[in-house]
């Protein structure tokens, strides 16, 4: 479909983005048959003239174009030695491993690229590594190659289909986005797929990123202090836990914004969500933006809400109430599921965010009679010298009260008798743990009594 088009500048992009994908770039852009009239000035219709302007790149988007496809960095399609003999124009052997193929192709293509070798031929010598790669690449050409020659592809393109397979280049940027790659002739696209294939976004600036895909947050996790007694662990309490968590502003429920606004579009990453770098080499290299997480948009000042000034969150004092089980030990971590922090993020249609957890790490205090060891409760009973002798029974504390314990006849200080089931409750487990009771002869108490009665009698 023929067009006309008033300015020079009507195929001009950003030279800050598209520098690396037009120069040299293996597409011409032709009109149909009203296109030498309107544009006969242009001295080559595939390498378009660099000279950015924002309005040229939002006017050019609503054309329909079409691509003539040539030969990738060629101005046209004549055989070359790297579709004669490929395995010479890289300089391995037909038995070469396609490790060997790559590493030489690379290697010869950074060495004879134009933007880095000037010397006469050089340019030739890159297009030949080119074309030979492209078969050498590709499994079924290969075969075809070494099974045909050269004429297995007619002669007039290596790549088997024709000049219109320009598109599955190893160089090219646009082979991997459909209405490029594979087609014969021309074929109509629209400028909004030249932005979208190397910037990840669109020709108006607002990210795929942002529209099409919902993105999850989690917030950071917050730990707690709780000091509990020895007899509450092993009955188990309810606490009530104070800490400042990271909530959603409740002014603005977490948008960040004032009633009736809404965000902009990023200034850093023009919408894409992607801040595309330029390699020494000439690679571009896509990282998430730093400014709008990748969200490809931004609150702006003017639009901030006043309470949270445009974050979305704010801090706030919250009491939370824990239900400490019975048997917990020192040291241990109960979580309490989405009572952390929430992330650091404005809340959005395609945004889903989550709260972190909060973690009540337990401080059980020491008992003056009771130690712990697992489930397992320790007590020392002290006994008279003439109960230890004799046997009998004595009265001691134990988790649920006092309760009497049998001394048997004869015992000697550090005996243990066990009382079973005396102990802590065992999480996760209906059952609890043994109470072991250590003896303890007051020996030296009773013998400094007899002594005293025999001095009173003589």
């Known amino acids: 479909m023929p067009f006309t088009v008033a300015s020079k500048r009507a195929t001009t992009v950003l030279r800050s983005q598209l520098k690396v994908l037009l120069t040299p770039c293996p597409y011409s852009i032709s009109g149909g048959s009203r296109f030498s009239s309107t544009s006969s000035k242009r001295a080559n219709p595939a390498r378009p003239a660099l000279g950015p302007k924002r309005s040229d790149r939002q006017r050019i988007h609503s054309l329909p174009l079409y691509i003539q496809s040539q030969r990738l960095f060629h101005s046209s399609s004549p055989a070359s030695d790297g579709r ?29 690229h134009p933007d880095v070798n000037t010397e006469e031929g050089a340019e030739k010598k890159f297009h030949d590594i080119q074309d030979a790669y492209e078969i050498l690449s590709n499994p079924e050409k290969k075969t075809q190659f070494d099974t045909f020659g050269p004429g297995a592809f007619g002669g007039a393109d290596a790549t088997g289909g024709g000049p219109g397979d320009a598109g599955s280049g190893p160089f090219n940027p646009f082979s991997n986005f459909g209405g490029f790659a594979g087609f014969g002739g021309g074929q109509a696209f629209d400028m909004e797929d030249l932005f979208s294939a190397f910037t990840g976004g669109t020709a108006r600036g607002r990210g795929r990123r942002s529209r099409d895909t919902v993105q999850e947050f989690k917030g950071d996790d917050i730990e707690v202090l709780v000091t509990v007694s020895f007899m509450d662990a092993a009955k188990g309490i309810s606490k009530d836990v104070s800490y400042n968590p990271l909530v959603a502003c409740h002014t603005c429920s977490g948008t960040g914004l004032k009633a009736g606004h809404k965000r902009a579009t990023c200034p850093k990453c023009r919408g894409t969500g992607t801040q595309v770098h330029m390699t020494d080499g000439g690679f571009a290299i896509g990282t998430t933006c730093n400014t709008c997480g990748g969200t490809g948009v931004f609150v702006d000042p003017k639009s901030a809400c006043s309470t949270c000034h445009g974050e979305g969150i704010m801090k706030t004092r919250r009491t939370t109430t824990v239900d400490i089980p019975p048997g917990i030990e020192d ?51 002290e006994v008279s010298m003439t109960t230890a002798a004799l046997g009998g029974k004595v009265r001691i504390p134990t988790l649920s009260g006092e309760a009497d314990l049998t001394v048997p006849p004869a015992t000697q200080s550090g005996m243990t008798v066990t009382m ?32 005293l009665c025999i001095k009173h009698v003589y």
Request: hydrophobic fraction near 35%; glycine fraction near 8%; proline fraction near 6%.
């Open 420 to 451: 079973t089931g005396r102990g802590m409750p065992m999480l996760q487990r209906n059952q609890n743990g043994d109470m072991k009771i250590t003896f303890k002869v007051n020996v030296l108490r009773y013998m400094l009594v007899f002594i």
């Open 331 to 381: 040291g241990m971590r109960l979580r309490v599921s989405g009572e952390g922090d929430a992330p650091p993020i404005q809340s959005d249609k395609n945004v889903r965010i989550h709260r972190g957890d909060l973690y009540v790490r337990v401080k059980v205090e020491p008992h003056p009679e009771f130690t712990r060891k697992g489930p397992h409760v320790f007590y020392t009973a």
């Open 84 to 112: 004669s003999d490929p395995y010479g124009a890289l300089g391995v052997s037909k038995n070469a491993s396609e490790k060997e193929i790559k590493k030489a192709y690379y290697a010869l293509a950074k060495k004879y």
